[in-house]
């Protein structure tokens, strides 16, 4: 299964690697949690449920700021 890359990842070539995230005092306790839980699992899978993941908190964020 081949995963399609976020809007972000297209188009920002600047992203940290998962290595400098976690290195960070500016990345929060629960990205570097869910970071550190991804890299154990196969990469497919855990971009996939990311993808999933921002797409919900993305339309949560929306409707509780009347955007939907």
């Not at 809007?7 to 960070?24: I, K, V």
């Not at 154990?40 to 929306?62: E, F, I, N, T, W």
């Amino acid at each position: 299964m081949e995963v399609e890359p976020t809007e972000a990842a297209r188009f920002d070539a600047s992203l940290p690697t998962c290595e400098e995230l976690l290195q960070s005092c500016g990345t929060s306790f629960w990205l570097k949690g869910a970071l550190q839980s991804a890299l154990s699992r196969d990469p497919c899978d855990a971009a996939a449920d990311a993808d999933m993941l921002a797409a919900v908190l993305r339309k949560r964020m929306q409707r509780i700021q009347g955007r939907d």
